[in-house]
């Protein structure tokens, strides 16, 4: 059979490909189906075509995967958030260990790595300690909403659907986020459409509503509320923010961020604050952090110490080494490795992420951690003293090449890599591999209901 862009095809789903999509194969022809699994026997339309694989749309379920289960959120399948929800959960930890295992022998050629089993979430709803919802002045209605004529079609404030910008659904409730969230959620709606302000034109980029961020701190149970716009308007924020308050005495902190740029980023060119607090705290393990709207922090806080007891674990400290911490971010991994080391040296080009590093070094009691500002390629060369151990949790782009023969140059007994992307923590460890043996790799699910998967590498030289 020769397959053709909107061709409808019946086909049975064979496996699940890293990007959560089922894997067909059709004359030999890989067919990724989004929204399928392994099991599934489906009706799909072709709806992109390449030289060496297609892609599909699921039209019907023919015949379910016994791995599926009913979906407890009404947006599943529509939206951007989380595309697994269907998915037996036992059955998602098989996929994302596999998924890490297959990036190592295919991409790296590294046979017999011992990947361990994925360490389970817990829980794997209400997880998420932040969230941003778009706004929209048009909203993008679900298969049984299109020939409703009662729908006001002019706002919306949600999620993504998959794959675009400019498609948004009016999100009642996001089951990731903890109750609360979703009570302010409703309740920021109601503000935003009484106020008499625009929403945001994702394509027009005119408008003053842009997106609700909310983040919440799991050690405390405390809330932050921010509010990002297009432009100031203390008068109208400012009763808001105070209404928030006193309907949600959880919530200590609203900030407002303003940013005229047309990005769809919630990241305000500055911030002004409205009420209460102009940050939150949230502990891992037995440090606590402030997290400010825009600061980086970890998700999922609960799985976040998971991971870190993980990396530390990895390190085998002893209270002599000299740690390196490559993109350290606001220095979490910093601190926690602090009390086994001698001194932690971390580097992350972002300088109000090294900011929060040094206050939070400065409110936990540390005095062994240094941080410095800027680009690992430029740093790592003008280093005064070879790390003994070797931190690196890169963003999802992996390494730069330059820092890989950096690294290797400097040779640090251990190395201990966290990774977002099995894809590119394969190619890293590929060109490490003449110098350092894969010990072991540890999946940890940060992101249920997601095909994401963080893992933990244990690296040391031969």
């Not at 194969?25 to 709806?47: K, L, N, P, S, W």
């Not at 002045?137 to 002019?154: A, F, G, K, N």
């Not at 998700?299 to 400290?317: C, D, F, G, S, V």
């Not at 929060?356 to 690992?376: K, P, S, T, Y």
């Amino acid at each position: 059979m020769v397959v053709k862009k909107g061709q409808i095809i019946e086909t049975e789903i064979q496996d699940v490909a890293f990007g959560g999509k089922g894997l067909a194969r059709i004359d030999g022809m890989a067919v990724f189906v989004d929204q399928a699994v392994t099991g599934d026997r489906v009706e799909a339309r072709i709806v992109r075509k390449r030289k060496q694989y297609a892609e599909a749309r699921l039209l019907r379920l023919l015949s379910p995967s016994p791995d599926r289960v009913p979906a407890p959120c009404p947006y599943s399948g529509h939206c951007g958030g989380c595309k697994w929800q269907f998915l037996r959960y036992t059955q998602q930890l098989v996929y994302k260990r596999r998924h890490v295992a297959e990036s190592l022998r295919h991409i790296g050629m590294l046979e017999d790595v011992r990947v361990h089993p994925t360490v389970p979430a817990d829980p794997i709803f209400g997880y998420r300690n932040k969230m941003e919802f778009s706004c929209s002045d048009r909203r993008w209605l679900l298969p049984e909403e299109m020939h409703r004529d009662d729908l006001d079609i002019s706002f919306a404030l949600g999620l993504h659907v998959p794959g675009t910008f400019h498609k948004v659904l009016d999100t009642s409730a996001c089951l990731l986020q903890p109750d609360l969230g979703n009570d302010l959620l409703g309740m920021v709606r109601r503000e935003m459409r009484q106020s008499g302000k625009p929403p945001y034109g994702l394509r027009s980029h005119e408008g003053f509503w842009r997106f609700l961020m909310l983040r919440h701190s799991v050690a405390h149970d405390r809330w932050m509320v921010n509010l990002i716009t297009s432009a100031e308007d203390q008068a109208l924020l400012q009763p808001m923010a105070e209404r928030i308050m006193r309907a949600h005495p959880q919530v200590t902190a609203v900030v407002n961020n303003i940013t005229t740029r047309k990005a769809a980023v919630a990241f305000g060119e500055y911030e002004r604050p409205l009420a209460g607090d102009h940050c939150l705290r949230d502990g891992i393990g037995p440090y606590e952090f402030e997290i400010s709207a825009n600061s980086f922090f970890q998700t999922n806080t609960r799985a976040a110490l998971k991971l870190y007891e993980i990396a530390k674990a990895y390190a085998r400290l002893g209270g002599s080494e000299r740690v390196l911490d490559l993109y350290c971010g606001t220095g979490t991994i910093s601190i926690f490795m602090a009390d086994a080391a001698r001194t932690v040296t971390g580097i992350e080009i972002t300088e109000s992420a090294i900011k929060d590093a040094h206050r939070n070094c400065e409110h936990n009691g540390i005095d062994n951690c240094r941080f410095l500002a800027g680009d690992v390629r430029t740093l790592l060369p003008a280093l005064k003293h070879k790390p003994d151990v070797l931190i690196i949790d890169p963003p999802r782009d992996g390494m730069h090449k330059d820092v890989v023969a950096q690294v290797m140059t400097m040779a640090p007994a251990r190395i201990v890599y966290v990774s977002c992307n099995p894809a590119t923590l394969a190619r890293d460890i590929a060109v490490l591999n003449s110098t350092y043996r894969v010990a072991e790799v540890q999946p940890v699910d940060m992101f249920p209901h997601t095909w994401h998967i963080e893992s933990v590498a244990r690296l040391e030289m031969r």
